[in-house]
């Protein structure tokens, strides 16, 4: 449900900056341009992408609000394809606030969150995964996670899915071909066809999938968990991780993670610390508390790092939280390799890969990122141009779904299934896919994907 009514935001962040930017989008977006702003003598129409200084007016006292630089983006050569007048007034809470409130008093409704990318979406400009993309590149913090954005957002993991919509459709035309039909039989010719395009899809879909787990942890990063007996050297080993290319530090407002999460970024995997305070109180806290604290957060980490004190003997604290690691992903790490060693690993710590580090000579911490990077990427060479991931959970299961219905069909194609349920497994295929980039997706889902919006985006 798309009405044609013109929405108006505040493009740009709350508070204070050179410039702000009020956009305006609908049929009433060229009247509100000649309305509000004022070009010196210049009356009439605005052309169409041509920067215009002017001062904006109050609609309903001809009073001066502010003086701007105003565009108007002619459909469809614009981001939500319609009519979108763009203002750039000056960038402070009140001013951009009294020229919305002016476009307003025009007849613009304020805009929901994400309503002008869903009307770029809604018009065909971009699919779902592009539309997606734009939020994923607003929030990444690190390199990597923005160049998969990036490439998402102008189209590369569409044509992924553009391919294997094609080969779906290919095998249904042939199948539905012989509905059309039915005095003739599938000769197998034609047979092995349908059956080689099902299988091109599976392929593709196959790849997608097994790029996933990488493309999820750029786009999300990994929690890592410091974990180790008092004194190894846990709050030194996380200085020393943030001091170095520290990632942009968020706070994520209004959400159960309302908290400052501190972000390391190991070549462009972004690393979210877990239980950062923690490590830091454990000092005032008798050492049997302060394990147990450790060994609480455990299971919430994508990844444990286990750091041992190489310049002393293996002991029951340490041996108690390797007990708990059982099964997690973990790296031990051996500090205070400055100091004579006398720290023999225990026979079931042999085949974890254990790195000795210094953190007060800064000795092996870039072996540490080397094996932390390595542990969830796998040999993809992500900053390059060529790198196309899967990363969201939804994109995950939509493709499970068509995989799943593609096997199905090609069970029935082997046991001779009549031709209509064979289609009707295809078509399920392609509808899955089709939730992906948007052609079948549910309008609750649309909702909810573009509520993580910003207003004005
Ligand atoms: P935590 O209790 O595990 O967080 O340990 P800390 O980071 O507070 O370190 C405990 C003590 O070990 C401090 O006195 C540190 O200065 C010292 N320390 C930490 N890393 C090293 C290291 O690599 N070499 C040496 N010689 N001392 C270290």
């Known amino acids: 449900m798309y009405v044609e009514d013109t929405i108006a935001a505040i493009g ?3 508070g204070e900056g050179g410039i702000g930017v009020i956009r305006v989008s609908g049929p009433d977006a060229p009247a509100i341009a000649r309305r509000i702003v004022r070009r010196g003598n210049e009356n009439g129409d605005f052309e169409s992408h041509r920067f215009y200084y002017g001062m904006v007016m109050d609609p309903d006292t001809a009073d001066s609000v502010d003086e701007v630089m105003a565009v108007l983006m002619v459909s469809p050569r614009s981001y939500t394809r319609e009519d979108v007048l763009e203002i750039q007034c000056h960038g402070g809470y009140l001013v951009t606030r009294r020229v919305l409130d002016a476009v307003l008093r025009c007849g613009a409704r304020l805009a929901e969150p994400g309503e002008f990318t869903r009307r770029a979406f809604l018009n065909g400009r971009i ?3 592009q539309a997606e993309a734009v939020i994923d590149v607003i929030r990444s913090k690190t390199e990597a996670a923005l160049s998969l954005a990036q490439h998402q957002r102008e189209g590369r993991l569409s ?9 779906l459709r290919h095998g249904l035309a042939l199948i539905e071909a012989f509905i059309d039909f039915p ?10 066809e349908i059956e080689a395009r099902a299988r091109e899809a599976l392929a ?3 790849e997608l999938l097994d790029g996933f787990d990488e493309g999820r942890v750029l786009r999300e990063g990994v929690s890592v968990l410091i974990a180790g007996k008092p004194n190894v050297g846990k709050s030194s080993l996380l200085n020393t991780l943030l001091r170095e290319k520290r990632a942009i530090v968020t706070s994520v407002p209004g959400t159960t993670r ?5 972000v390391v970024n190991v070549r462009g995997l972004p690393l979210r610390m877990l239980d950062t305070a923690g490590i830091r109180e454990t000092e005032d806290i008798v050492e049997q508390e302060g394990v147990r604290l450790t060994l609480e957060k455990i299971p919430q980490a994508d990844l444990i790092l286990f750091v041992l004190d190489g310049s002393r003997p293996y002991d029951d604290d340490d041996r108690m939280i390797l007990d708990a690691l059982a099964g997690r992903r973990s790296i ?3 500090n205070k390799s400055d100091l004579p060693a006398s720290l023999c690993l225990p026979g079931d710590l042999e085949g974890v890969r254990n790195v000795p580090i210094s953190t007060a000579t800064g000795a092996g911490i870039d072996d540490l990122r080397e094996a932390i990077f390595d542990t969830f990427i796998h ?3 992500i900053d390059s141009r060529e790198y196309v991931a899967l990363s969201q959970a939804r994109h995950r299961d939509a493709l499970e779904k068509a995989r799943g219905r593609i096997v199905v069909f090609l069970e029935n194609l082997a046991v001779g299934h009549e031709l209509e349920i064979l289609a009707v497994d295809l078509r399920d295929a392609l509808d899955a896919v089709g939730e992906v980039t948007g052609e079948t997706t549910p309008d609750d889902i649309l909702d909810m994907i573009f509520q993580r919006f910003c207003i004005g985006k």
């Open 127 to 129: 699919d779902l995964v």
């Open 12 to 14: 740009t962040p709350v």
């Open 258 to 262: 309302d908290i400052i999460e501190e």
């Open 332 to 334: 031990v790490v051996v």
């Open 204 to 206: 593709r879909i196959d």
């Open 159 to 167: 044509e992924r899915l553009d391919a294997v919509q094609g080969s």
């Open 183 to 192: 005095e003739e039989e599938v000769d197998s010719a034609t047979q092995g």
């Open 379 to 381: 040999g993809h060479a």
